[in-house]
């Protein structure tokens, strides 16, 4: 059965109807990519074809996040074909270090997974997907975390926008500088990266593999 609802799309009420199920997984879309679900039906209403009414095209794009869910190889079952499980880094002060990474995961759209404070660790999780894991805590053998040279995790993110944001935010929030937001053509023509370090000196990057938006 169908059921219906009024949101505010581009400042005008609109009534939509669907499905329940439909509902309840577009709402878990919608938080799981950081936006309103106003916000997310306003972007599905600007994406759809003409001939398609906004409900019909509201259930296909929940149809087709749910299949790219499913077809990724860690949702099949099929771990051998994903080269990442989980990425963790150490820390000294467990506390200060998830209140740096809880901040700059939420920047990111990572979506937060875990946090065990007795046993000094948490993990982020990709917005749609299980893993990898980004994972901090203190290290197992319980001597000092310390970083290695040369060692590095790289996120990848959707924009040039969003790693200035990553990197100006990692900053504010009391990491070290270790090469503004900018091209890096060496690595390949589209390549736009920053880096720093968090508190604890573990080196991070930023990077954005898409071209430059064209200017209008």
């Avoid at 869910?69 to 880094?89: K, N, Q």
């Avoid at 500088?177 to 060496?186: F, T």
Wanted: include cysteine; charged fraction near 30%.
């Amino acid at each position: 059965m169908t059921e219906k609802r009024s949101l505010s799309i581009r400042g005008h009420r609109t009534s939509i109807s669907i499905e329940e199920p439909f509902w309840a997984e577009l709402k878990r879309l919608a938080a799981r990519r950081g936006r309103s679900l106003a916000d997310l039906v306003a972007a599905i209403d600007g994406e759809r074809d003409p001939d398609t009414n906004l409900s019909s095209a509201i259930r296909l794009h929940v149809l087709a996040a749910t299949q790219a869910r499913a077809e990724t190889p860690f949702e099949r079952g099929d771990p051998a074909h994903v080269m990442l499980s989980h990425v963790y880094i150490g820390v000294r002060d467990f506390d200060r270090a998830l209140r740096f990474w809880a901040a700059v995961a939420r920047e990111m759209n990572l979506r937060f997974r875990f946090e065990e404070p007795e046993r000094g660790w948490a993990g982020w999780q990709p917005a749609e997907a299980d893993r990898p894991l980004f994972l901090i805590g203190r290290p197992f053998d319980g001597e000092p975390a310390s970083v290695g040279n040369g060692a590095m995790v790289a996120f990848q993110l959707g924009s040039r926008e969003a790693v200035d944001k990553t990197h100006a935010l990692a900053l504010a929030l009391g990491g070290r500088d270790e090469g503004a937001p900018g091209p890096r053509p060496h690595y390949h023509p589209h390549y736009y990266g920053a880096y720093f370090r968090d508190p604890d000196g573990n080196k991070i990057g930023l990077a954005c593999h898409r071209p430059e938006p064209e200017t209008r």
